[in-house]
């Protein structure tokens, strides 16, 4: 078994039967999970802003750090390691995106994560079928093959499925 876990920024991909792939304290973060249910591929990324423009020298060492190069990205990863060509295919999942850190909704990161990421998305002619996005709460967000379950856990809540 092997557990990918990812940091921000980070992206992944897992296709073996008893694989996990991860992400941590997803605050105004956004995790984007895609399934792909023909080949058993999960990928996902941690997505901390929405646009690269920001920190272009950034964006070419760590893409999945930002939402306009992390989803482009993710997709040729699973590409490469034989998910679906059709895109269509592929189920998008979204969590995180919560305003954990800015009480008085100065720079709403979280609310521009989420936006960013569903029009990105749009762009490629796809769309999330399950989200758990907003709110004040920190999620972790765990992917086991075994079962193609997105299960987010926040302390002092039980475990929710998307």
């Known amino acids: 078994m092997s557990v990918v876990t990812l940091g921000i920024g980070e992206y992944g991909v897992v296709n073996q039967p008893d694989d996990v792939i991860k992400t ?27 646009e690269s423009i920001v920190h272009e020298e ?23 390691v034989g998910a679906a060509q059709n895109l269509r295919k592929i189920i998008v999942k979204l969590t995180g995106g919560a305003n954990v850190m800015d009480k008085n909704n100065t720079f709403n990161i979280g609310k521009r994560n989420v936006l960013a990421i569903k029009k ?16 004040n709460i920190s999620r972790t967000v765990t992917v086991k093959m075994t079962d193609g379950k997105v299960v987010i856990t926040t302390p002092g809540r039980e475990p929710a499925n998307i």
């Open 58 to 80: 950034r964006a070419k060492k760590l893409p999945g750090y930002f939402a306009d190069t992390a989803i482009p990205v993710l997709l040729e990863k699973m590409k490469s």
């Open 120 to 135: 990105g998305l749009w762009g490629v002619r796809m769309g999330a079928v399950a989200e758990d996005v907003g709110g």
């Open 24 to 50: 941590h304290a997803l605050g105004s973060c956004v995790a984007i999970i895609m399934l792909d249910p023909a080949t058993r591929t999960v990928g996902m990324v941690h997505v901390a802003l929405p």
